[in-house]
């Protein structure tokens, strides 16, 4: 979602604010900006679309100046336009900014604002912000800003610049993510650390309620009522992962192809002879653990499928009982709290509004909070008692596809761990979980090298309507993921269900023109799958079918069969979730879609 970058320093303005938004890219945009303070003017450049068009613009008309700001914006109030995108400015085109999040007051701020006689030219609940700057404005554009965000109702971080004081940008932070990066004769900030870390590897990451006033030899950062506050700065140890396509056409098939070596990674770092090793932001103790009444795992899309195949881990193997919710849901429910439960996070970005409020909900409550994420120093991640890291490495494509296959393995690896904890699996059978577990990366590359023989199928069915996605027990979750990413990228229409519920109304739907994709390997509901497959078939359905090798039934009966190694059940959703990530990139790539940047959608969901 929104990205935002700021500078102030000797570099060539043009290049450090483009550089710094093409590292924002991947969090989907479809409008960006950036503006200048030249010779007491305010320089504005906006585009709908693409940065290339962007920078194009900036060819021609370059900015000029040592302090800008920039930002992409993904559009919530206002249709994507130049008149829409950031910055937004004030009337008198004297103060710019940048705003990512949005301004749940805005409309009642406008109508106060047009009553001062401030004139709109956007329809974003951003630009109330520039005209109450503007309107609070007396000579100090930090108290200005101060008294600005006291009005402000929503998440936000903002960024502004204007033309009565060039040598400063003054940026907020509440709700969205904000990070301070600290140079020789230069500063920055940015929505994340990507963005900086060209410049330089020491920030200051902000939190809810903090200014900073950056300037090019100086930063001073404030608290919401003014108070010059010290922060903690943090230097960046790790580098940035190499974020090339390499030989392939999309991000999202690299990161499909990158799913042997994550899982091989992980097995080494977390699987320490019979022991596990959650890695150096794992806090709880054992006793804590073993005492713990039951799990709440929330979280959104893929990351709450991941979740949802973690009750059954969690159940199965612990003996824990799991409640899954979706954030959005979870955070306004009032949730019902009693024993001493466990809220679990799980988040590829770190960065999503609602299950970063479904923690802070929890917290309210004094219950602890264990988040999954893949980025580094997110909020979700400080936020949180303790962490797991996904060490799946940057995944640019919208879609989420290595970070989902992690998600699962370290749940998989925590479930066996409370199992241990809760002497719920004796040690032979923890062992050989283990033993297959060991045996996943190999397993994934071989499913890796048919990608062929599935591009085959998909080329079959790229022309279908309607997809339904079914599957039972620890496979439900898979059905789901399955129809969301199909959905996702190709936007044909796919729905997921557990298979024993088609009876129950969906097999009204189908007819020879709805392809069902049925997930059915070796499992204990193995035989009830294969009974509701052929429910379907006796109606007409096409079925493609996911199976284990060795399977001679599934042949009889499937329309066409993707063949998976055999694994013990549990596991069996890491494997499946490969042939589904597949299926949907070569519908997707076979219809012509912008498989990394579908549309109307970003990687990192930083509102509600
Ligand atoms: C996945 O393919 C999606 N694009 C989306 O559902 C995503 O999983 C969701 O927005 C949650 O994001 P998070 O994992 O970064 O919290």
């Avoid at 943090?234 to 940035?240: F, G, H, L, N, T």
């Avoid at 229409?493 to 097999?507: C, D, Q, S, V």
Wanted: with cysteine.
């Amino acid at each position: 979602m929104c990205g935002i970058v700021g500078y102030v320093g000797n570099k060539d303005i043009n290049s450090v604010l483009m550089a710094g938004l093409w590292k924002l890219e991947y969090r989907g945009y479809d409008s960006s900006g950036v503006a200048s303070i030249v010779n007491g003017d305010l320089e504005v450049r906006k585009v709908k679309g693409r940065l290339m068009n962007l920078q194009e613009i900036l060819a021609d008309k370059p900015l000029s100046g040592n302090l800008g700001i920039g930002h992409t914006r993904w559009a919530t109030h206002g249709e994507p336009s130049e008149q829409n995108a950031h910055p937004q400015v004030d009337c008198k085109n004297e103060i710019a900014i940048v705003h990512n999040g949005i301004i749940e007051n805005y409309y009642s701020l406008k109508e106060e604002l047009i009553k001062k006689k401030h004139v709109f030219r956007s329809d974003t609940d951003t630009e109330v912000i520039a005209h109450l700057v503007e309107e609070n404005y007396n000579g100090d554009l930090k108290e200005s800003v101060l008294k600005t965000v006291s009005r402000l109702k929503g998440s936000f971080a903002i960024a502004v610049i204007s033309v009565s004081e060039p040598d400063k940008i003054v940026a907020y932070r509440f709700g969205s993510p904000l990070i301070v990066g600290l140079g020789k004769d230069e500063n920055l900030l940015a929505s994340d650390i990507s963005a900086l870390m060209d410049h330089t590897r020491r920030v200051v990451i902000m939190s809810d309620g903090e200014m900073v006033v950056l300037k090019r030899e100086e930063v001073k950062f404030y608290d919401k009522d003014g108070k010059n506050i010290e922060k903690e700065e943090k230097k960046i140890k790790w580098s940035p992962a190499t974020i090339q396509k390499g030989k392939f056409p999309h991000y999202m098939l690299k990161e499909i192809h990158e799913q042997k070596d994550i899982i091989q990674k992980n097995v080494n770092l977390r699987i320490k002879g019979s022991e596990f090793d959650f890695g150096e932001n794992f806090h709880f103790s054992p006793q804590e653990l073993a005492h713990l009444s039951h799990i709440v795992i929330q979280a959104c899309g893929t990351s709450w499928h991941a979740g949802y195949i973690g009750k059954y881990l969690f159940e199965d193997f612990a003996r824990v009982r799991t409640e899954v919710d979706i954030s959005s849901e979870f955070r306004y429910r009032n949730p019902v709290f009693d024993g001493e439960p466990l809220v679990m996070a799980i988040s590829q970005s770190g960065e999503t509004a609602d299950t970063l409020a479904g923690i802070r909900e929890a917290k309210a409550k004094f219950l602890k909070v264990l988040s999954l994420v893949n980025v580094r120093e997110s909020t979700i991640s400080r936020e949180s008692d303790s962490t797991i890291y996904l060490n799946a490495g940057s995944e640019i494509g919208v879609a989420s596809t290595k970070a989902y296959t992690s998600q699962i393995f370290q749940l998989y690896l925590f479930a066996l761990y409370l199992s241990r904890l809760k002497w719920a699996l004796g040690s032979s059978e923890i062992e050989e979980k283990i033993k297959e577990v060991k045996g996943i990366p190999e397993k994934i590359e071989r499913i890796l090298k048919e990608a062929v023989k599935i591009k085959k199928i998909a080329k079959k069915y790229k022309d279908g309507k309607d997809f339904m996605f079914i599957g039972r027990g620890i496979n439900y979750p898979s059905a789901l993921e399955g129809a969301l990413k199909l959905k996702e990228i190709s936007y044909i229409h796919a729905t997921g269900y557990p298979a024993g519920e088609m009876k129950h109304g969906p097999i009204a739907l189908i007819s020879k023109d709805s392809p069902v994709v049925a997930i059915a390997p070796q499992s204990s509901v193995y035989e009830k799958m294969l009974n509701n497959i052929e429910e379907l078939k006796s109606r007409g359905a096409k079925v493609i079918i996911i199976g284990s090798e060795g399977d001679k039934r599934i042949k009889e009966i499937g329309d066409d069969i993707i063949y998976i190694p055999l694994c013990e059940e549990n596991l069996s959703p890491i494997l499946v979730a490969i042939p589904l990530q597949l299926f949907a990139y070569y519908i997707a790539a076979l219809n012509g879609r912008d498989v990394d940047r579908p549309r109307n959608l970003a990687k990192s969901v930083t509102v509600e």
